[in-house]
């Protein structure tokens, strides 16, 4: 079983209580190497440059890349991260990545920064029958300084069967916060998975599925939501049951917390996640939509 990727691979500066810290990210290789833990081959639609350091990783993990490397510098950002919250900085930019049809069994699909333009996002939907969408790459903006902000956007989402968002997406997708606004996405897509910190919810059919994750003491964030996405999605490939791909999910997020290691080295392995995901499974809560 295999999954194709279409994202940035990145070079990130995490800043962190005072302490600096330079790794290779982006969800191209968080939720590459997430799905390869998960036993999937992965193909990844990705642009670097030869600044990039991480190709041997890649090629460690069987990832699949071609046509990836750039004459441009890889897609930078600077991160400042204190416990939930972050501030993000653009600092250079890759070039975009290009259609290429794609055999694979599911597609997931998210971009950093404008690396996808909506015409490749159209032709990818018709490329299989699980289309799964991060759409943070999509309503980024480039203000003063390289800060990112946000710009309210409207994104054709027929033919997305898995959307992943946080409040902030979810207001500059609909314009409506919150719940209620994920309850207007949920309309258009048929799994829902909403992240608000430790709450995380997955809307599905006529009802709200939410589990929490531990109260714990957070380190580095950046990647966790790729973790959670890669691996709902998996899960859900294999088993066909929403239910157990939440667990699953919310199991892979939190032992990537409880690491505290910062980075693709915070990617847990399958058997951590399937211990917390018996967990959830358990305890998870509901409510109709």
Known sequence: MNLAVYSHCTIDEIHINGNLYERPGGPACYCGCTAKKMGFNVDLHTKFGSDYS????????????????????????????????RTLW?????????????QSYGILISPVFDEIQIDVLEKLK??????????????????????????????????????????????HLTGIE???GAKILHKKVEH????????????????????????I??????GVG???????????????DPLWALSFAGGAAQAALESKQVGLDKIPEKGETQVNASYYYNIMKFKED
């Open 178 to 180: 919150g719940i209620e």
């Open 90 to 102: 653009i600092k250079n930019l890759c070039e975009k990545i290009d259609y290429i049809k794609t």
């Open 226 to 240: 790729d973790i959670f996405t890669a691996t709902y999605c998996c899960a859900m490939l294999k088993e066909k």
């Open 126 to 171: 018709s490329d299989s029958n699980f289309v799964a969408l991060d759409p943070q790459g999509f309503i980024r903006r480039k203000g003063q300084d390289g800060l990112v902000s946000f710009e309210r956007t409207s994104i054709n989402l027929d033919g997305i069967n898995v959307l992943k968002s946080d409040p902030n997406e979810v207001y």
């Open 54 to 85: 991480n190709v041997e990783y890649l090629k460690k993990n069987k990832i699949n890349f071609e046509n990836a490397e750039s004459k441009l510098n890889t897609t930078r950002f600077r991160l400042e991260i204190k416990d939930t919250e």
């Open 217 to 222: 003491e957070i380190y580095d964030t950046v």
């Open 192 to 215: 829902l998975l909403y992240t608000n910190k430790r709450d995380v919810s997955l809307f599905y059919k006529d009802r709200q599925y939410s589990i929490s994750l531990p109260n």
